[in-house]
């Protein structure tokens, strides 16, 4: 029964993935905008300028659609074809992978044609930065640097989390992510209430943005980048960036293709600079499709290992799992338990508090 379910869980990933890249995201009823929708309403009842309302508000938007996904997974593990169908539909409905590549296109096609305009307008589909007064090269930068962090956001991320955790996983990562995106910025309104959000997103995301670098440097000669530079300009930039994710994927990005990434930002108001990532020459628009070509092969490749995850190391790490426990449930295993856990504690071994926002 535990084999069927990997084999429905990996399915599913790989059915929702085909149906992303053929129909790419839903144009009406999307449910991730509706998510988004049921949280800013709860944000608006319990905004408190303080980080513990921020963890309420985090805690409630994320456990919901977690607990919601657990309720099905749950109902559905004598159903394999009815769990595939759901985590297939989940995976469809939490992946972003076409519609990135789209927006890629549309603005290389927009600055060759030399009609800034338009560009500037694209913009805001991939970040919140100002366009008004941003040149071609800025444009392509940014669309760059939006391509490399959002394909671990929209693609890597959902599928390794799929395939960790099933459908609580996919839901409860576009849940965290999405909340990042809402209240996760340093606004004034947001500072300390989206503390707990933009952590948790800095979270989920460690392992997803280090596979996506590591995956953009292996792919990198499929559209015609160097892989040596890339792992030099990946091993020497990727801490650079004041984000402990978006560095990762930028700095293989900027060294795949050979540009320099970095610099500048303006945020309707709010300036930041952010250290140069890479080497060469700032991004034209011939740079966008080769990003895009980039950001689709990471994703078949993410594919691949978050379909395998669950009949191959998932498994493995299930049968570790449950061996475990038989053992602790041994004659004399759980007090041996006790003691090895008395003696680490009396150590001092364990977690440590983490960094300030």
Do not use: K
Not at 148 to 168: I, Q, R
Not at 252 to 265: E, H, I, P, W
């Amino acid at each position: 029964m535990r084999q069927t379910t990997a084999v429905a869980n990996a399915v599913g990933l790989v059915a929702g993935y085909a149906l992303d890249g053929l129909l790419g995201d839903p144009a009406r009823w999307h449910p991730v905008a509706g998510f988004g929708r049921a949280a800013g309403a709860l944000e608006q009842r319990i905004h408190r300028p303080h980080r513990t309302a921020g963890a309420v508000f985090t805690a409630l938007a994320v456990g919901a659609p977690v607990l919601l996904a657990a309720a099905a997974t749950v109902a559905t593990r004598r159903r394999p074809l009815v769990r595939a169908l759901l985590v297939a539909a989940g995976t469809w409905s939490v992946l972003g992978g076409r519609t990135l590549r789209r927006e890629a296109d549309l603005m290389g096609a927009a600055l060759r044609g030399g009609d800034l305009p338009a560009a500037r307008r694209r913009l805001n589909h991939l970040c919140g930065r100002d366009p008004s007064t941003l040149d071609e090269p800025e444009l392509a930068r940014a669309t760059v640097e939006s391509v490399a962090e959002n394909t671990s956001d929209a693609v890597v991320a959902p599928l390794l989390w799929g395939a960790v955790a099933g459908l609580p996983g996919l839901l409860g990562y576009r849940a965290a992510n999405t909340l990042d995106a809402m209240v996760g910025h340093r606004s004034p309104r947001y500072a300390r209430f989206g503390t707990p959000a933009a952590r948790l997103d800095d979270v989920l995301n460690l392992v997803p943005a280090r596979l996506t670098g590591l995956l953009t440097i292996a792919v990198a000669p499929l559209a015609d980048g160097d892989r040596n530079r890339a792992w030099r300009v990946w091993r020497r930039d990727r801490n650079h960036h004041p984000s402990p994710n978006a560095g990762q994927c930028e700095a293989a990005m900027a060294g795949a293709l050979g540009v320099r990434l970095g610099g500048r930002n303006v945020y309707f108001g709010r300036c930041e600079v952010r250290p140069y990532l890479g080497d060469g020459p700032r991004p034209e628009a011939r740079h966008l499709r080769r990003a895009a070509l980039i950001s689709n092969a990471v994703g078949l490749a993410a594919l691949a290992l978050a379909a395998a995850w669950p009949v191959t190391g998932g498994r493995l790490v299930g049968t570790a799992a449950r061996r475990g426990l038989h053992r602790l449930r041994a004659p004399g295993g759980h007090d041996s338990a006790r003691v090895r856990l008395g003696t680490r504690v009396r150590l001092g071994t364990g977690a440590g508090r983490g960094r300030g926002r």
